[in-house]
T-cell receptor, first 116, second 115 residues
Framework: AQSVTQPDIHITVSEGASLELRCNYSYGATPYLFWYVQSPGQGLQLLLKYFSGDTLVQGIKGFEAEFKRSQSSFNLRKPSVHWSDAAEYFCAVGELKTSNTGKLIFGQGTTLQVKP | NAGVMQNPRHLVRRRGQEARLRCSPMKGHSHVYWYRQLPEEGLKFMVYLQKENIIDESGMPKERFSAEFPKEGPSILRIQQVVRGDSAAYFC?????????????FGSGTRLTVV
């Protein structure tokens, strides 16, 4: 069965420092991959997505992610974190290639805390 | 263009009561998904609907839960005889065709508390 693992439950970084959030997936084919951000009490906002092509994907708010097939990973990065980036981040894989429903499988999430 | 509208934002129910959660998709979106987020967990798929049709309900609990997306009006997620374990945030997302674009837009969720 397809699955998504985010190994880090909580991460704390200082404002201005670089950030990398890890995501590993288990999937039989080249997956559709997503990163979402959720601020407290809010819904999910799409940061970026990977379907095919260039394995380095640029997203909103200065985020990027790199798809590495050999490592089954899709890690999210940002060179310089801002206090407003404190939120929960979810990695997800799309099941369209195996199910035709377009549903997403989410990781458990990583809570990012930003120190001033 | 309004986003995906969910109401109520917060819902408190006593054990044994019914909870009705509403989701109005974005204009032009014909696909609706419901996800549940339990405390300290990621979102789990529940059901996928198109107008008047349930396409995939593989994530729905077998009992007490039902969903509909009528020809007119919002999609409804109904939970009968709620129990404490139903306390969670319930998110709706809508998407236009084609599915391959994964053009999801999520609502802000309904936070259900069962007391």
């Amino acid at each position: 069965a397809q699955s998504v693992t985010q190994p880090d439950i909580h991460i704390t970084v200082s404002e201005g420092a670089s950030l990398e959030l890890r995501c590993n997936y288990s999937y039989g084919a080249t997956p559709y991959l997503f990163w979402y951000v959720q601020s407290p009490g809010q819904g999910l906002q799409l940061l970026l997505k990977y379907f095919s092509g260039d394995t380095l994907v640029q997203g909103i708010k200065g985020f990027e992610a790199e798809f590495k097939r050999s490592q089954s990973s899709f890690n999210l990065r940002k060179p310089s974190v801002h206090w407003s980036d404190a939120a929960e981040y979810f990695c997800a894989v799309g099941e369209l290639k195996t199910s035709n429903t377009g549903k997403l499988i989410f990781g458990q999430g990583t809570t990012l805390q930003v120190k001033p | 263009n309004a986003g995906v509208m969910q109401n109520p934002r917060h819902l408190v129910r006593r054990r044994g009561q019914e909870a009705r959660l509403r989701c109005s998709p974005m204009k032009g979106h014909s696909h609706v998904y419901w996800y549940r987020q339990l405390p300290e967990e990621g979102l789990k798929f529940m059901v996928y609907l198109q107008k008047e049709n349930i396409i995939d309900e593989s994530g729905m609990p077998k009992e007490r839960f039902s969903a509909e997306f009528p020809k007119e009006g919002p999609s409804i997620l109904r939970i009968q005889q709620v129990v404490r374990g139903d306390s969670a945030a319930y998110f709706c997302a809508s998407s236009p065709p084609p599915l391959a674009n994964y053009g999801y837009t999520f609502g802000s969720g309904t936070r259900l508390t069962v007391v």
